[in-house]
């Protein structure tokens, strides 16, 4: 087992939770139905009550923090455990549920066992078990017979006074059953939730369904009632993956991060600790993390809203008399000025195409040739500098006799960089096109890249 003080934690936040003990190979596999805490030996000091399923027989194991105390054998595996104060005892009693049966221990030994009334099973479903024995019928067909199968219960209230229970059913709905004192009948409540529920909880003032549509980033774990009672902290704990969102009022408050895969979560007293989180590891690992008595979140929570740059007032100029004088007569000469605005558009982009074409045509053409010449040559040069590309056409009139023949350039290689200085021509074949090209590069560039005329305007000319 390993001790940890806050310099230690290296998966929490230190300033809200503090990592004490860490467990990375207990040898205990349990669910969360199955572990609870409370002063099991009467002594002040809250212990972790849980059910080991690694072993072949399960057993009821009491740990002080981390470290073995006591155990005691069940007779077959348990649906939960919860703990609870009798009224003739000061020290909180065990119960499990196994079966149709609750095994109540007090101090770790075996004290009463209450045997609930078996219910007659629903005759259509006896009748759809015994077909899907018998292969008469598919799982799809069983599916759907067995409707409304209850798979999470969540009580709140007290039995002799108001209660509710939320129901969570396999079929993505949520049933809430609720009995008032003054009213003897039951009313009944269905929540059309239409995704099966993962896990539910209860808070102070909410109730925290879970659900298997994905709406936030990651698949929801678990679930665990969050509540921190001398500074009236209440919220929601939900565990991903690897790491554990505190929820407060729907906001993300704070987080915590984790290197093994969380299984499930527990939150409540644990020793002496008021606030202590019980993580669940599915690689048998358990650790403790107890909440600070300092830590404060209300300043978290303010900065989860929207960012001050939004509620800050901005600082405008005051308007000014030319500026009104401005606005009013665009205001009484909308169409005139949106009418020579779109001519000068148009001029512009007109002036811009001619000048374009002018630029890429006048480097293009037939260089002269005469009619004794029995070459055609034609030569464009294309590119806007320092880098030019020049693009050779030759179309022979009449076959040549085979001889080695050169296209060479002469140029000021002060001033120019070419690829090549001779391109060696093929056979002269008559009537056949042949293309050759060549980089030529810039050198020394005097001249300036780009150059324009404009016009100042007179002051305060009107725009119509």
Not at 9 to 37: A, H, M, N, Y
Not at 72 to 99: K, N, R, W
Not at 204 to 226: K, P
Not at 323 to 329: D, F, P
């Amino acid at each position: 087992m390993k001790l940890l003080g806050n310099s230690d934690s290296e998966f929490l936040t230190p300033k809200k939770w503090v990592r004490l003990l860490f467990e990375p190979d207990t040898g205990i596999e349990s669910i969360k139905d199955c572990v609870s805490t409370n002063d099991i030996t009467g002594d002040g000091d809250h212990k972790l009550v849980i059910v080991d399923f690694a072993e072949t027989q399960c057993r009821l194991k009491l740990l002080k923090g981390l470290n073995f105390m006591t155990d005691a054998h069940l007779p077959d595996e348990p649906a939960g455990v919860v703990t609870f104060y009798s009224e003739d005892s000061q020290m909180p009693c065990v119960a499990v549920a196994i079966g149709n049966s609750l095994l109540i221990y007090r101090n770790m030994k075996p004290y009463y066992r209450c045997n609930v009334e078996p219910v007659d099973l629903n005759p259509s479903e006896i009748s759809l078990w015994n077909a899907a024995m018998e292969k008469q019928i598919g799982v799809s067909t069983l599916v759907e017979g067995l409707t409304g199968t209850p798979d999470k219960i969540v009580c709140i209230g007290e039995f002799d006074s108001e209660w509710r229970l939320f129901v969570a059913i396999r079929e993505g709905d949520c049933t809430i059953l609720r009995k008032k004192p003054s009213n003897s009948n039951i009313l009944r409540t269905n929540l059309n939730l239409r995704n099966y529920v993962t896990a539910i909880c209860q808070t102070q003032t909410q109730i925290v369904i879970a659900c298997r549509n994905n709406q936030l980033i990651f698949s929801i774990i678990d679930l665990e009632a969050f509540h921190y009672r001398p500074r009236l902290y209440s919220g929601a704990l939900v565990a991903f993956r690897n790491r554990i969102d505190l929820y407060i009022d729907g906001q993300v408050i704070d987080t915590l991060k984790f290197d093994c895969p969380i299984k499930w979560l527990k939150y409540g007293k644990m020793g002496r600790e008021e606030a202590v989180l019980i993580v669940g590891h599915k690689d048998t690992a358990i650790g403790l993390h107890v909440f600070r008595r300092t830590a404060v979140l209300e300043n978290s929570k303010q900065q989860a809203g929207p960012p001050d740059a939004q509620t800050r007032r901005m600082n405008v100029p005051k308007k000014t008399k030319i500026y009104v004088e401005q606005c009013i007569r665009e205001r009484e000469n909308t169409s005139r000025i949106f009418t020579t605005y779109q001519r000068d558009l148009f001029m512009l982009r007109l002036q811009i195409s001619r000048s374009f074409a002018e630029m890429t045509n006048k480097n293009a053409g037939m260089l002269p040739t005469k009619d004794s010449e029995k070459l055609d040559v034609n030569l464009e040069l294309n590119g806007f500098g320092p880098n030019f590309r020049i693009n050779l056409t030759i179309t022979p009139s009449m076959e040549l006799p085979f001889h080695k023949r050169w296209i060479a350039f002469s140029y000021d290689k002060n001033e120019y960089k070419m690829d090549a200085d001779l391109i060696p021509l093929s056979r002269i074949i008559s009537n056949a096109t042949m293309s050759y090209t060549n980089s030529v590069e810039c050198e020394n560039r005097k001249a300036p890249l780009w150059m324009t005329k404009f016009e100042m305007p007179v002051s305060e000319q009107s725009f119509v």
